[in-house]
């Protein structure tokens, strides 16, 4: 299959005007609401903000993971090829091959009845036409460039005999076994302990080197944007709130929410045993209408403006957009 070119070299992912409602009995969810963003080959985007803000939505949305009853509008195309709308048979295609995804929890993820093994050369065969043989193989050689020790004894082995560090690993080796473009990971550190999660992402980002892969990692922890992402994308209630290079992005903060999530990161200079500063209030609900800044009701340089009119995400800034009437005009000190 023929795939169309970009035009504007070294771009993998375009995402525009991306929206998403979910149904739920007699309520319309409106998860995603015209989220823009762009990804390039060997650059790391980092989707960050708290549960339910449509981070996974949007991300699924592109992959095609959606339940039927979702609505899907807007568009991702993938080196110009537009992705949504295409036949499940066609998607196929590209899931494995050009796209891959970590998810949040291996043990959810892996076929507890299978051999880790057969779950990669699975993945491998689906994709590739190598023999039973020698898709074995790639596979003890992928558990082993993910620095899973005694790679080929753990081919053999069950999930429930691994730690979560290395069934986590596992699922990198899968999401890999095809050499995808563009890998999502989608909390795929958020069960670890914090050295093993160092160790994942210091993984993730070897790999990407090596495959010269395109990054997406989802997360609600703005301290892995700031050490591991090129860019960071900021969500709230399904909106794109602030967007910037991480170094701008951590120096410059505009948008209320984002300093929030940054003042709500554990810091060894606070007191002992002190509580960690929150966002008061809960996020709006995504079934309902919305007039004006759906963060309004929870911040604090809230204007009347703000409840009138939703503010667009624009470029304020070089390279740095943000969606606020009366943006933070210090810079963060963390």
Known sequence: MERQVTREPGL???????????????REIRAVRGLTYRVSVGRTLAIVGESG?????????????????????????LEGKELLGLPDAEMREHLGADLAMVFQDPVRS??????????ITEAIQEHLPLSRGEAGRRAVELLERVRIPLAGRRFHEYPHQLSGGMRQRVMIAIALACHPRLLIADEATTALDVTTQAQIMELLLELQRELGMALVFISHDLSLAASYADEVMVMYAGRAVERAPTRTLFAQVRMPYTRALLEAIPRL??????????????PPDPSAQHVGCS????????????????PPLEQHEPDHFWACWNPCQVGWAG
Request: glycine share 8%; with cysteine.
């Open 12 to 26: 993998l992912l375009e995402v525009d005007d991306l929206h998403v409602r979910l149904r739920r009995g007699d």
């Open 53 to 77: 803000s449509g981070k996974t939505v949007s991300c699924r949305a592109v992959m095609g993971l959606l339940p039927p009853t979702a609505v899907v509008t807007g568009s991702a195309r």
């Open 110 to 119: 892996l076929n507890p009845t299978m051999r880790i093994g057969a779950q």
């Open 269 to 282: 200079d606070r007191p002992a045993h002190s509580l960690l500063p929150v966002v008061p209030g809960q």
């Open 295 to 310: 963060f309004a009701e929870r911040c604090p340089n809230v204007r009347p403006a703000c409840r009138e009119t939703a």
